[in-house]
């Protein structure tokens, strides 16, 4: 008789493998991280990882798939929120948050330097990218309906605007081991304040 499979138990032995396998890459990189290594990090046998991920290519898509998941269900999030304004604040307050991270930050150059390697890798990752820019387009279009702010540009403009500040951010964090996003917050918010223009405001 076959073995019934509990689907919180196999969903939750799944995110484990998954947040093992972005330590160690974090730590060593996608190349020199072996699936020994990321067995070793849970406890579990090479086994229990191959019966999730056929291999290492297979971690990493999933890793990138659920990055992008993650931020889609965040930014629908604040689609509900009564001052969008606010709501795009604090989102680039999460992005700051994030690349002040060491071990996010090192996995984010990981996965861009992969995205560049391999193409299957690459169209997710600009999948993502679009979505990205979709939604924040979405929320900026909404916010300027409510008359909360007055941008001069599009929506999808603006919103390529905020994904560009994104990427310097990062990109900043791995060309410069002295940089601390944190200490930049009040700059990065007057260059989203800029772009949004916010109502009220001189342009």
């Not at 929506?155 to 560009?164: D, E, F």
């Amino acid at each position: 008789m076959a073995r019934t499979i509990n689907p919180d138990e196999y969903d939750a032995r799944y995110r484990a493998l998954l947040e093992a396998a972005k330590v160690c890459f974090a730590r060593k990189g996608f190349h020199r991280t072996s699936t020994a290594e990321i067995c070793a990090e849970l406890g579990v046998s090479s086994g229990s990882l191959f019966h999730y991920f056929p291999n290492k290519k297979a971690l990493i898509s999933a890793i990138v798939e659920q990055e992008g998941l993650e931020a889609a269900q965040y930014l629908d999030g604040l689609q509900a929120q009564p001052d969008l304004a606010a709501a795009l604040r604090d989102f680039v307050d999460l992005v700051i948050s994030l690349a002040s991270d060491a071990s996010f930050g090192r996995l984010a150059l990981e996965i861009a330097a992969e995205a560049a390697r391999d193409a299957e890798i690459g169209a997710l990752v600009a999948r993502n990218d679009a979505e990205l820019r979709r939604r924040l387009a979405l929320l900026v279009g909404e916010a300027r309906a409510r008359g909360q702010i007055a941008p001069t540009s599009t929506p999808a403009a603006v919103a390529q605007g905020i994904a560009a500040l994104i990427d310097g951010i990062f990109s900043r964090v791995a060309m410069d081991p002295q940089f601390r996003p944190s200490k930049l917050r009040p700059v990065f918010q007057q260059m989203l304040a800029g772009m949004l223009q916010p109502s009220g405001a001189s342009p």
